[in-house]
């Protein structure tokens, strides 16, 4: 059976109807200019059906019919996602109207907080006989956390009190003592880690010297703990820093993509969901993936991109067959790290909740390959008009679309960091660029502008970098954190400057 969905919100003077099959996500209609009854109906139980108006117009411009269209099966995650999918395109759509946007935001907010009545399993088959083989069948076409069970988990941890807020003002716990006890003894390695929220005066290079060019544990640790994650979550503070150690000899000595990059991407990232009080619109769990998204995103990194994997036939291109092959790449590394007894931190978490740790921290670091980023963008976009900018609103996937927008911004704005650290990361960044042209050289492969470095332009690679990707990015951002954003964001300008005067006086490298 094709199942299919059917929606209606009349909303003040407009009408939104969309009738979806979800089997084919490109076939739904959309009604509008029904009389007003300021009433949401979402059916999805039996047979009913949905009249479309002369005046549908479907998001690809298609003009549906007067006719009745039945509608069949059970309300399900999937028949949700592609709605909202359709929502979204319309709201992109110049042909709709006001008022049709206000009732499409509506249904867009009824849809991006689920009913759980509406989304129990399929009971089609659930006829008494049988059931031990429905459930088995079943249990293989699902995914090892639905979007649903995500829903159920965040919800679930948004209603519990936090063990940071008790301590908060009184004093540090136990655990949060014998963390920070374990940065260093050195006072000026503490000294730097209380700027740990500063996007002006942390310095990951002075933390790099202090540390003994261990910063990734320094900075990953005091993250843990000024978060409260580790009281919140009682997280085992010996395992954790066994992990955390794990991972960070586990980063290759490139010139860019190193335990550095990983320590100055934590930073940045703790400094957004700190001077923005995520804390008050995020849950532990959710604060604790994306930081631990952010220590394992480049983990043995090989200093080439994925193309370059693709195109030399690399075994990990092989493995994973193309597809954001780094990234996957990183992820497998690091759980691996996880399963070892000593490393085993999140072990203590019930199954739902590892489960949600996992499935977030997947997308999270798969949404860092560069080919992710417009799509990113456009996700974001469609969520914050769809939900606002309140984060407590958003569901669990828009909340995933965030988080993954925060890790991004954190992955890429080294370039607005102040001007000194922005200078040594280009450095950085185009050293390992060279060293791939280099490589892709000697095996006959052609080499793009940003790899040759004989014919190097870096602070045209900059400006180009900062317009193309960085500020559009940083844009975004400043509506969901807008501290955070408009910190990083006063440094555009003034770099962007600094690189166009280079352009203009001819200097293409840096000394």
Same mark, same amino acid.
């Given at each position: 059976m094709h199942s299919q969905l059917s929606l209606t919100l009349e909303s003040g003077t407009s009408c939104v109807s969309i009738h979806v099959h979800s089997q084919h996500a490109s076939r739904y209609t959309v009604a509008t200019g029904c009389p007003s009854l300021s009433r949401l109906i979402?059916?999805?139980?039996?047979?009913?059906?949905?009249?479309?108006?002369?005046?549908?117009?479907?998001?690809?411009?298609?003009?549906?019919?007067?006719?009745?269209?039945?509608?069949?099966?059970?309300?399900?995650q999937e028949? !949700?996602?592609? $709605?909202?999918?359709? #929502? +979204?395109?319309?709201? %992109?759509? /110049?042909?709709?109207?006001?008022?049709?946007?206000?009732?499409?935001?509506a249904l867009s907010k009824f849809l991006g907080q689920p009913n759980l009545e509406l989304l129990d399993d399929d009971d089609s088959l659930q006829d008494g006989h049988d059931d031990e083989y429905v459930e088995a069948y079943a249990s293989q076409a699902q995914p090892n956390i639905t979007t649903v069970q995500r829903e159920r988990v965040l919800r679930s941890h948004s209603a519990l009190p936090r063990a940071s807020s008790i301590f908060r003002? !009184?004093?540090? $716990?136990?655990?949060? #003592? +014998?963390?920070?006890? %374990?940065? /260093?003894?050195?006072?000026?390695v503490?000294?730097?880690?209380?700027?740990?929220?500063?996007?002006?005066?942390?310095?990951?290079?002075?933390?790099?010297?202090?540390?003994?060019?261990?910063?990734?544990?320094?900075?990953?640790?005091?993250?843990?703990?000024?978060?409260?994650?580790?009281?919140?979550?009682?997280?085992?503070?010996?395992?954790?820093r066994s992990f955390v150690r794990a991972i960070e000899k586990n980063y290759h000595n490139n010139p860019y993509h190193s335990s550095t990059h990983a320590a100055d991407v934590v930073q940045s990232l703790v400094a957004m969901l700190i001077m923005d009080d995520m804390k008050e619109q995020l849950t532990p769990l959710e604060l604790l993936s994306?930081?631990?998204a952010a220590i394992i995103h480049d983990v043995g990194h090989p200093g080439v991109t994925n193309d370059f994997l693709i195109n030399t036939q690399h075994e990990?291109?092989?493995t994973?067959?193309?597809?954001?092959?780094?990234?996957?790449?990183?992820?497998?590394?690091?759980?691996?790290l996880l399963l070892l007894p000593q490393n085993s931190w999140l072990e203590h978490l019930s199954k739902d909740d590892y489960a949600f740790v996992r499935s977030l921290v997947v997308d999270i670091v798969l949404a860092t390959d560069m080919k992710a980023h417009h799509q990113l963008i456009n996700d974001l976009t469609a969520d914050l008009s769809l939900f606002g900018q309140d984060l407590s609103n958003w569901n669990a996937v828009a909340r995933t679309h965030a988080l993954s927008m925060l890790m991004h911004c954190a992955d890429i704005g080294n370039c607005l960091k102040p001007l000194l650290l922005s200078i040594e990361w280009a450095k950085r960044v185009n050293e390992e660029f060279w060293e791939q042209g280099e490589k892709e050289r000697a095996l006959g492969l052609p080499l793009s502008p940003l790899n040759d470095r004989k014919n190097a332009n870096i602070p045209r690679s900059q400006k180009v970098f900062l317009e193309l990707f960085v500020r559009p990015c940083y844009e975004l951002l400043g509506r969901v954190a807008p501290v955070s954003g408009q910190a990083a964001m006063k440094h555009f300008e003034h770099n962007m400057q600094y690189w166009d005067d280079l352009v203009k006086k001819g200097v293409t490298v840096l000394k």
């Open positions: 979402a059916r999805s139980k039996g047979h009913h059906s949905l009249r479309c108006l002369p005046n549908s117009v479907g998001a690809s411009g298609a003009v549906g019919s007067q006719q009745e269209l039945p509608m069949a099966g059970n309300f399900h028949e !949700l996602n592609t $709605s909202l999918g359709v #929502i +979204r395109r319309l709201l %992109s759509s /110049s042909t709709v109207s006001d008022g049709e946007k206000h009732a499409l935001h003002g !009184l004093r540090l $716990s136990e655990n949060e #003592i +014998r963390l920070k006890q %374990s940065f /260093s003894q050195d006072p000026k503490l000294e730097l880690l209380d700027q740990l929220a500063s996007w002006e005066q942390f310095n990951i290079f002075e933390l790099y010297n202090l540390t003994q060019r261990h910063p990734l544990e320094a900075v990953a640790m005091a993250s843990m703990q000024q978060l409260g994650l580790v009281d919140d979550l009682q997280l085992p503070v010996e395992k954790l994306v930081v631990l990990l291109a092989i994973y067959n193309d597809n954001s092959v780094n990234e996957n790449y990183h992820l497998a590394s690091a759980f691996k």
